[in-house]
C-alpha cells in the first residue's frame, strides 16, 4: 500500500486569499483558512490521497510583503520538509509573486519542490482561477519529476521555474509567463509532466547560512528609472545621501544637480536605512543619458555598486554593442554591472543578496592593478564578483 502523501501549504495572502463584498465589487483579504495547531493536519485537501496541513504566515496584499515575510515562509518550508512533508506550496499575491520566486530560488536547497500559486480573482469570484491553481500545485509538490528542481511557480496548468517566472498581464487568468524558455511543464490532469529540465542549478546565495539565520531586513537598494529629457535630480539625492557629493553633471536646462527640485535641498534627510547599492532601469540595451554618467561614477567611487538593468520586456542589457557616452561600454568602464536578462526588480532582489552575502563574509581583496574600478571595501562584493553572478543572466 503507497503510504500517504504530505504537504504543507504556506499562506502569505493575495488575491487568492481575498473576497469580494458582493459581484463586480472590491476585493480584500478574507478569513484565512481554518489553520490547526502547529503541525496538525488540515481537514480540507484540493488533491485527495494527499494529507495537507496549512500554516499562516501573513494575509495581506502582496506589495506590502517584506523580506521578513519571505523568510518565515522558508523557515516554515524548512520545518516542514524536517517534519516530513513531500513537498511545500506557497500560496502569494501575484504582484511580487516573481519577485519572492526569484529569492527563494537563491536559498532554497532541498530536494523537496516548494512550490509558489496564486489566483488574478477573488475566491468569491465567477471563474475564481485559485482553485485550480492550488490542486495544480499541491500536485506538482508531491509530484516525482519535480524534484531536484528547486522552486517552482504554478499558474494557470504551467509550471515555471522560480528564477525565470515573470508576470506578463495583471488581468489575465495566464498572467505568468517564462522568459525567455517558455513554462518548464504543465499539469495534466493527475500528472506533472515536464517539457525540458535545465541544464544547470539556481546560483546560490547565503550558501551554508540556517533559514533562522538569515537578516531579517536585505540592504537598501532603490531602483531608479530613465527616460526622454531625464535629468540627474535622483542620483544627485542618493550620491548626497552616501556621501558622495554633488557632481553639477548637465544634460541642458533644467538638468542635473545645479537646478534641484523644490524642497530637495536636504537629500533624502533621515533615510531609515542607508543606501547600499542602485539599480538603474535603463533604455534599450542598458543606455543612460550621458549626464548621468557624473553621479554614476560617483557612486561607484564611493563604494555604491551600481547595476544597469533595461526596462525592454525581452532582449537584456549588452556588453558591447554601443560605446557612446552613456552606453553600456561606457557603463562598464566605469564600474558598472550590466543586469543581463533580469528585470530591475530581479536585479534589486540578486544585488540585494550579493550584498548581504558578501556582509556575512570575509573582507573582499583588493582590486587588480590598473583596474578602473575602486577596491571594494571591506564587506562588500568585488566588481569581478558581481559581474560573475549576473553573467549568469546574460545572452552574451
Known sequence: MTAQRRVTIIALGGTIAMEQAAPGEHAAPGTPAPVGPAGSPAADSPVPGVEVTR????????????????RAALIAADEAVEAGADGVVLTHGTDTLEETAFLLSRLWTREEPLVITGAMRPANAAGADGPANLRDAVLTATAESARGLGVLAVFDSHLHLGDRVTKTSSRSVTAFDSVPSGPIGVVHADDVRLVYRPTDAPLRLLAGTAARDLPEVLPSVPIIGTGLGDDTTMLDLIAASVGAGPTGADDGPGAGSAQPMAGAAQPLAGPARPVAGVVINAAGMGHVPAGHMDPIRSLISAGVPVVVSTR???????????????????????GAVMAGALSAHKARLLLQMLLADAAQGPSAPAAPAGSAAPAAPAGLPTLADLRAAFDVFSYE
Open 55 to 70: 500554516v499562516q504566515v501573513a494575509n495581506v496584499g502582496s506589495p506590502s510583503l517584506r523580506f521578513e515575510h519571505v
Open 312 to 334: 525592454i520586456p525581452e532582449g537584456g542589457t549588452s556588453t558591447y554593442h554601443y560605446a557612446y557616452p552613456g552606453s553600456e561600454v561606457d557603463l562598464m568602464d566605469a
